[in-house]
């Protein structure tokens, strides 16, 4: 069986967001696993005229990411849909809607999709009227991510980040749906009333929001953050480092009081259990796929509600010492259950019974 593999995500603007983190650990995981009876052949454009199967890691309903015609049997990734969920948020114009209808009849010829959530299943079944041939595998944590203890390296990138001692930390993108805005005006909320306890201002809380749109002005939505933080007079709280790159990354999530995924959907959120694998506990919405990502090992919020946020991320913050450590303990133990030789595995089998029914 020879399956080619698209990876384009690897090199366009999807290289540093969910889809292109999933196409490269899935791509490294899969090739560890080649033998005599399974070859991957990678491919960006012209598809492997000798491939058995196609499979695009990948899938975007605006753009033309499938071809109409298959020649070879064709599995696609469809992480999300979001876009056709909230149409208000993320309009998609006539030529959208034109790629949409297109993508959609692309979409239904294929053999199997695989996706991230049985959340993302159901809004597939219901928007492109799919039902028995949606896989779900779930995503695991990066293999980079762990908890660090060196004390050496967690000081240097003190030091080169000018971290402070006490903060909270959200790691991804600043599209709608991450609700960036409910974050920063409930962390604004946390603020105030932690001040009303002196003896908390001796170590202050501030927030590190870590990703390089933060830092791309030419970003409406960017320009629109830094005016709420500045309207909220939070600016001397609020730390933007821009991209930082895994192995640093694990550093903040070791030394962060909480993460906090504050998102009004997700196809499934690798942040939390980057964080939980890190012994980073984390508070996050209670929608969509988090719920299955997070299970019972996170404190839940109400996203539309920037009070119960506020409650919710403080009784983390306040929490004492032994209570926080049973906390990091059950959150690395239910990381652990989920794992790239898992997902590797589990599309190989989604090959294999594509194979079969040939």
Same mark, same amino acid.
């Given at each position: ?200 201002? #001796? ?74 694998? #890190?012994? #980073? ?68 089998? #989604? ?8």
């Amino acid at each position: 069986m020879l399956v080619g593999f698209n990876i384009k995500p690897l090199w366009d603007d999807n290289k540093f967001r969910g889809t292109g983190v999933y196409t490269d650990l899935l791509f490294k995981y899969l090739k560890k696993r080649e033998n005599n009876n399974f070859k991957l052949q990678e491919f960006d454009r012209d598809i492997p005229k000798n491939a058995d199967l196609i499979h695009y890691p990948f899938f975007d309903p605006f753009f033309l990411t499938l071809p109409v015609v298959k020649r070879q049997p064709t599995i696609v990734t469809v992480h999300d849909l979001i876009p056709l969920i909230f149409p208000d948020k993320f309009p998609k114009g006539i030529k959208g809607e034109i790629k949409w209808r297109i993508q959609k009849y692309s979409l239904s010829g294929a053999k199997t999709i695989i996706t991230d959530s049985f959340s993302s299943k159901k809004d597939i079944s219901t928007l492109i009227g799919l039902l028995s041939n949606i896989k779900v595998i779930y995503l695991a944590a990066n293999p980079e991510m762990r908890a660090i203890k060196d004390k050496s390296f967690l000081s240097n990138i003190i030091k080169e980040y000018n971290l402070p001692n006490k903060f909270l930390l959200y790691v991804g993108d600043i599209n709608w749906n991450k609700n960036i805005y409910g974050l920063l005006s409930a962390f604004s909320l946390l603020k105030d009333k932690l001040a009303m306890h002196k003896e908390k201002l #001796c170590d202050p809380l501030k927030l590190v929001l870590v990703g390089g749109a933060f830092l791309n002005f030419s970003i409406d939505e960017t320009r629109k953050i830094q005016k709420l933080i500045k309207d909220l007079k939070i600016e001397n709280d609020v730390i933007m480092p821009g991209f930082v790159e895994n192995a640093k990354l694990a550093a903040f999530y070791s030394l962060a009081v909480c993460y906090i995924q504050p998102s009004f959907y997700e196809g499934f959120g690798l942040p939390v259990l980057d964080a939980l694998i #890190c012994g #980073c506990p984390v508070v996050c919405s209670k929608n969509s796929s988090l719920s299955e990502v997070g299970g019972h090992f996170v404190t839940y919020f109400n996203p539309d509600d920037i009070y119960d946020m506020a409650d919710k991320i403080g009784t983390i913050v306040e929490i004492d010492a032994s209570s926080r450590r049973l906390l990091i303990l059950k959150g690395i133990g239910w990381a652990n259950n989920f794992s790239w030789n898992k997902v590797a595995d589990d599309t190989i089998k #989604c090959y294999q019974e594509a194979y079969k029914n040939l």
